[in-house]
């Protein structure tokens, strides 16, 4: 038990590196303020972006060795920022929050059944090494070559006679872990670093929480949250929380950018921050710079349906897009001295002809395939059977402005796989049995929130989405 207090204890003081250094990045962009725990989620999320991508970026642009004083030094710029920037209070809401009974019992039981998934997750985590091929063959052996050579640009990376798994993939989390690693002097034992992963459960949850209490109300959030801390696949599988792959850090990075690009004010510092997040899931996964195409493009989209605004004159578009932009040049800039061996080549070879010629040759596997993974109750639950006849009978909600984002990239994102797919020539089954799940782990987020929208939708056809009945401000992702 005490072994498990002290790995419980660096998990938390690992996360709060974090947590500290994202608060200390909301106050700088003048994010609105929200209640704690919600304020903990974002933070976590901003922090991993801000620090990994600052990591990365003076590590390969300016050649700043990946230790200790560095990550500190790093860290504790935007909270020194936040304390010479004091803010004043935003000024209250008018009126008084008011809470009806049924109200207040979803969101408790929403909150104790995320906290108890939670920490259940993150006591398995802390308490056992990875286990997953991902984790040990990936994230964690890079992480350990980075650190080694004090530099995201190891040689073993860019020396071809090296036999390195994915040796382009983006090296955001292998970068976090080094600074956990380095804060807390740790010796290499991956249970130090697995919280890293397990911590990104709870800031979905609330990610899910606040951004669907200011579409669909409180009562609705609640209940959503509720629906995600219960998904098998969000905790305990591969490809969620119970493992060290990436999916689930992409999926908050994509679902959380994409919330705040959709739901915050039109300013700067709103496309600073979601872009924040896009950017540092381009610098996550290989579908990170897709993704976040596709998420700008749909923006951009619900953008036109404003009369007053077009896309090249919203702040949120265009802070986003020139973070996003820096971030896609980092990555391309350091795979430019990588080869690529022992990787998937995928979309190289993409033609008209090449997809029609996959579409007849995999089509009806891949369809299957995705069916029977879709309707696993042990993976997912009834949420792909609830959903359709939600979205369908909620359909009014769907095509409001704020909502059409949310369901439009992540749908966008579904053809890319799935066009992906069509191009495999081995074993197409095992493939999609392998990754599918992954990809709607990565865009878990927007699924949820579309299921909130739908829901008001159908319980209220003529009403917009509520943020009265949250009493909160929009925009208020800090």
């Not at 976090?176 to 690693?181: F, G, Y």
């Not at 404003?306 to 971030?327: E, K, N, Q, S, Y």
């Not at 979309?347 to 995705?370: D, H, M, Q, Y």
């Not at 943020?467 to 401000?473: A, F, K, L, P, W």
Request: aromatic share 10%; proline share 6%.
């Amino acid at each position: 038990m005490s072994s498990l207090a002290a790995f419980l204890v660096r998990a938390l003081a690992g996360g709060m590196l974090f947590t500290a250094t994202g608060a200390g990045v909301a106050t700088v962009l003048r994010l609105p303020r929200r209640a704690l725990p919600i304020r903990l989620g974002w933070s976590y999320l901003l922090g991993v972006a801000y620090l990994g991508g600052a990591l990365y970026a003076t590590s390969h642009l300016f050649l700043f060795p990946l230790r200790r004083s560095v990550v500190l030094a790093i860290a504790a710029l935007p909270v020194a920022a936040a304390a010479v920037r004091r803010r004043p209070s935003p000024a209250a809401p008018s009126g008084r929050t008011t809470w009806r009974a049924g109200e207040l019992a979803l969101v408790v039981a929403a909150g104790f059944v995320g906290s108890l998934m939670s920490l259940a997750v993150l006591a398995e985590a802390a308490s056992s090494p990875p286990t997953d091929w991902d984790g040990r063959m990936t994230w964690c052996a890079q992480a350990r070559f980075i650190r080694g050579a004090r530099t995201v640009d190891a040689p073993v990376l860019r020396e071809a006679r090296w036999y390195v798994t994915h040796p382009r993939y983006p090296v955001l989390l292998p970068l976090a872990q080094v600074a956990v690693e380095e804060v807390l002097d740790a010796a290499e034992d991956d249970r130090v670093v697995r919280p890293l992963y397990a911590l990104f459960l709870p800031a979905l949850l609330l990610v899910v929480y606040d951004s669907a209490s200011r579409l669909a109300g409180r009562r609705i959030a609640a209940l959503w949250t509720l629906v995600a801390a219960m998904t098998p696949f969000l905790a305990w599988k591969n490809g969620g929380a119970g493992g060290c792959y990436s999916d689930l850090p992409l999926g908050c990075f994509f679902g959380g950018g994409l919330a705040i690009l959709c739901l915050g004010p039109r300013r700067l510092s709103t496309g600073l921050s979601g872009g924040l997040l896009l950017g540092a899931g381009v610098l996550t996964k290989n579908e990170g710079l897709p993704f976040a195409i596709l998420a700008l493009g749909a923006l951009a989209l619900a953008s036109t349906r404003h009369a007053r605004l077009r896309p090249w004159r919203d702040p949120r578009l265009l802070g986003a897009l020139c973070v996003v932009a820096a971030t896609a040049a980092l990555l391309f800039s350091w795979r430019s001295a990588i080869p690529n061996r022992y990787d998937d080549f995928f979309f190289e070879t993409a033609s008209p002809g090449a997809l029609a010629s996959g579409l007849a040759r995999n089509g009806k596997e891949i369809l299957g395939c995705v069916t029977a993974l879709m309707a696993s109750r042990a993976s997912w639950g009834f949420l792909w059977f609830a959903l359709p006849m939600l979205a369908a009978l909620g359909w009014r909600g769907l095509l409001r402005r704020r909502a059409l984002p949310l369901w439009i990239a992540p749908a966008c994102a579904a053809l890319v796989i799935l066009a992906a797919y069509t191009l495999v020539t081995g074993d197409v089954v095992a493939f999609v049995v392998g990754s599918w799940n992954r990809f709607l782990v990565e865009v878990s987020i927007p699924v949820f929130l579309v299921g909130a929208v739908a829901t008001r939708g159908l319980l209220c056809p003529r009403q917009g989405s509520s943020e009265r009945s949250g009493r909160v401000t929009s925009g208020a992702e800090g």
